[in-house]
């Protein structure tokens, strides 16, 4: 079956400097990744997702980049803002399900 | 407008007894999802369906089941609460067929807090 794994657990930056999160995958077959923001006892909640057939994608400040054949991929957020200080997961599908990785801690200091 | 609804928000049993964790979804959505958070292992997934009368277990099912008789909702019961079952519980839904929202997009509910003493 399919594995997630990500990385950094945690990662504080600096207002303003960018944060960059990654995450691998097992499935060659996986061929849609989101990435979920959860804020302190909220939901996770979708923030931005690429296809298997994109190489990247860019919303404002944040960025998610895939390679296919290294099985990774990547989110990226610029100019961070105490406002994304989260957890971050990344996922793979499987099928309809979703495999999701451990997540990432952000913390955006002022 | 469309949602998805969980209850209760907070719950606190004792081992042994019988829980059952209910999830409300009004968008028409064929596919739903009951995963366990817990500090160090992100989302995990204990039981799906992907239409009424369709269950099937997933990674962590072990202790739990689920039953889906219409399109709305998927309870999740736990037949004999163990403490190893404090968790924060979250629904979601899904449906790629969904006009709007993006591809095979999960919709999580607000989660419940189950803590076994």
């Known amino acids: 079956g399919e594995n997630v794994e990500q990385h950094p657990s945690t990662l504080s930056v600096q207002e303003g400097d960018s944060a960059v999160i990654k995450c691998t995958y097992s499935d060659s077959a996986s061929n849609y990744f989101p990435w979920y923001k959860q804020e302190l006892g909220k939901r996770p909640q979708l923030i931005i997702d690429?296809?298997?057939?994109?190489g990247e994608k860019k919303d404002q400040r944040i960025a998610v980049t895939l390679n296919k054949t290294a099985k990774h991929f990547s989110l990226h957020i610029t100019e961070t803002q105490p406002e994304d200080s989260a957890v971050y997961f990344c996922a793979a599908s499987y099928g309809q399900n979703f495999v999701f990785g451990p997540g990432t801690r952000l913390s955006v200091l002022p | 407008d469309a949602e998805i609804t969980q209850s209760p928000r907070h719950k606190i049993t004792e081992t042994g007894r019988q829980v059952t964790l209910a999830c409300h979804q009004t968008w028409n959505h064929n596919n739903m999802f009951w995963y366990r958070q817990d500090l160090g292992h992100g989302l995990r997934l204990i039981h799906y369906s992907y239409g009424v009368h369709d269950t099937n277990k997933g990674e962590v099912s072990d202790g739990y089941s689920v039953s889906r008789s219409n399109t709305e909702d998927l309870p999740l019961t736990l037949e004999s609460a163990a403490s190893s079952q404090t968790s924060v519980y979250f629904c979601?839904?899904?449906?790629?067929?969904?006009?709007?929202?993006?591809?095979?997009?999960?919709?999580f509910g607000p989660g419940t807090r189950l803590t076994v003493l």
């Open positions: 979601a839904s899904s449906d790629p067929n969904s006009a709007g929202g993006s591809y095979n997009e999960q919709f």
């Open positions: 690429i296809r298997s057939n994109v």
